[in-house]
Nanobody, 119 residues
Framework: QVQLAESGGGLVQTGGSLRLSCAAS????????MGWFRQAPGKEREFVAN????????SYADSVKGRFTISRDNGKNTVYLQMNSLKPEDTAVYYC????????????WGQGTQVTVSS
């Protein structure tokens, strides 16, 4: 059974930091593109960042560039999202996702972890 399990969410003040983790199990994810998405109350789910299988190629939403960093450890089947200089508008449920292809839809999704940034 394929599973993606996010952790590391919580409540933090404006300007603070959090590191999210996503542990994958049930198959080998080392060749997958891994991504982070978020959904704020009343809003559509939006792309945050993704990372190709090698960890060399990454992309970010404009709203998080320079503040968030995505990384992965293929030996641990885990992807991370380091979030710095957090703002209240970063408050959302953050989801991890994986896809087998470099482009296209994501095949697997986690349950999400709540991040709340207080002003």
């Amino acid at each position: 059974q394929v599973q993606l399990a996010e952790s590391g969410g919580g409540l933090v003040q404006t300007g603070g930091s959090l590191r999210l983790s996503c542990a994958a199990s049930g198959r080998t994810f080392s060749s997958d593109t891994m991504g982070w998405f978020r959904q704020a109350p009343g809003k559509e789910r939006e792309f945050v960042a993704n990372i190709q299988w090698s960890g060399v190629s990454t992309s970010y939403a404009d709203s998080v560039k320079g503040r968030f960093t995505i990384s992965r450890d293929n030996g641990k089947n885990t992807v991370y999202l380091q979030m710095n200089s957090l703002k209240p508008e970063d408050t959302a449920v953050y989801y991890c996702a994986s896809r087998r292809d470099i482009v296209g839809d994501y095949d697997w999704w986690g349950q999400g972890t709540q991040v709340t940034v207080s002003s």
